[in-house]
Structures are given as structure tokens and as C-alpha cells.
């Protein structure tokens, strides 16, 4: 079945620094990829998504490129801050088809 | 993007009791709704899939009795949760999709059991 690996956290970066989270996925076909953000005690946002491949997704600084070559969907800002500071969850699917969630990534942005 | 409201937001209830949870897509007709449990620290599982009209499908391992699913319009589903017990204590959030690329997601409900 499908499936999404992402890199286990928590990460803690200082304010400005670069952020790559890794995402691989395994999936039939070509889904749709997102990346989702939950802020403490809140439920999720969608962040940017990626439709086809190749396809650059953008959203407040943040990017991914699905990558079909590479089954990746990799997360980059290039300058943090503090209120960056979430869960990151990589995803695949959409539409009528279940949302399959990574484990997701504690990000920590410290000043 | 289109809204998905869920409601309540946190809910404490005594052990054995019941808890409805509603989910609205307040700008969309939702033709399919999912249900997730998110345990502490952990990714989302998916409870179950709800068409609109028809019986859900629930993922294995979860509980039809326990887990009433309820997709009675284009607009509301209902998560039942019968006779709750303190492991059923949890992050509950749905999504609802109108056939569009992505799904939208509630805002969740922090059921705790006591």
C-alpha cells in the first residue's frame, strides 16, 4: 500500500538558518503530495501541495518539487523563524482517496 | 480554500458515556468524509471512510460498534464514539473532499475520557 517516510524530529534550528525536512513516499500511480502544518493544540493546515510531477509547490516561504525520478517531496525554507515552530506532516493522496500521513517532523525554531 | 468545521473542539466525558463529534463542510458539498485519531506525538491513522447516503468503511483493527459513522448529508458527518473508555482519549479530526485534489481538514477534537 502506500506509504510516507519522512525525517524523524524534532529538529531545532536558530532563527534565519536553512530548513530541509526529507520526504520519500511509495505510492501506485501518481498522487497528489502535500505538506500539512499543526501548530500546538491545533489541527491542520495545508501548507503547499504538488499535483504532477515536477510540479513546485509554495506557501509562506516554504517550497517542495515533487520529484517522481526520486519519490521525494523534500520541505525547504530557506530562512526560518520562531513562528515556524510546528508538527510538519508529508502527505500523499487527496480527493475521493485517503490522506496517507507521514509520522511527521517536530520543528523547534529558537530565537 | 473551502472551510471544514468540526465541532466541539474538546470534549471531557465520564467513562462509559457517549460522544458525538460533527464535522461540516460549511461552503462545499462534502461527497466523502474521512476520520482520523491522532495519538500523542503520532501521525494520523484513518478511522474510517464515509460517502454521503451510504454505510462507512471502516480501516482494520477499528471498532464499528465503538466508532459510530454518520454521512447522512452532503454537508454534516458524525463521529459517535459508544461507551468511551480512557484509551479512547485522543485527537479525533476529519477531512471532507468535494472531488477536488485535496481534502480539508477540521480543526479537530481533543476527546479526553476520564
Known amino acids: 500500500g502506500d506509504s510516507v517516510t519522512q525525517m524523524e524530529g524534532p529538529v531545532t534550528l536558530s532563527e534565519e538558518a536553512f530548513l530541509t525536512i526529507n520526504c520519500t513516499y511509495t505510492a501506485t500511480g501518481y498522487p497528489s503530495l502535500f505538506w500539512y502544518v499543526q501548530y500546538p493544540g491545533e489541527g491542520l493546515q495545508l501548507l503547499l501541495k504538488a499535483t504532477k510531477a515536477d510540479d513546485k509547490g509554495s506557501n509562506k516561504g516554504f517550497e517542495a518539487t515533487y520529484r517522481k525520478e526520486t519519490t521525494s517531496f523534500h520541505l525547504e525554507k530557506g530562512s526560518v523563524q520562531v513562528s515556524d515552530s510546528a508538527v510538519y506532516f508529508c502527505?500523499?493522496?487527496?480527493?475521493?482517496?485517503?490522506?496517507?500521513f507521514g509520522t511527521g517532523t517536530k520543528l523547534q525554531v529558537i530565537p | 480554500g473551502a472551510v471544514v468545521s468540526q465541532h466541539p473542539s474538546w470534549v471531557i466525558c465520564k467513562s462509559g458515556t457517549s460522544v458525538k463529534i460533527e464535522c461540516r463542510s460549511l461552503d462545499f458539498q462534502a461527497t466523502t468524509m474521512f476520520w482520523y485519531r491522532q495519538f500523542p506525538k503520532q501521525s494520523l491513522m484513518l478511522m474510517a471512510t464515509?460517502?454521503?447516503?451510504?454505510?462507512?468503511?471502516?480501516e482494520q483493527g477499528v471498532e464499528k460498534d465503538k466508532f459510530l459513522i454518520n454521512h447522512a448529508s452532503l454537508t454534516l458527518s458524525t463521529l459517535t464514539v459508544t461507551s468511551a473508555h480512557p484509551e479512547d482519549s485522543s485527537f479525533y479530526i476529519c477531512s471532507a473532499t468535494g472531488g477536488g485534489t485535496e481534502a480539508f481538514f477540521g480543526q479537530g477534537t481533543r476527546l479526553t475520557v476520564v
Open positions: 502527505a500523499l493522496g487527496g480527493g475521493y482517496q485517503k490522506v496517507t
Open positions: 464515509s460517502n454521503e447516503g451510504s454505510k462507512a468503511t471502516y
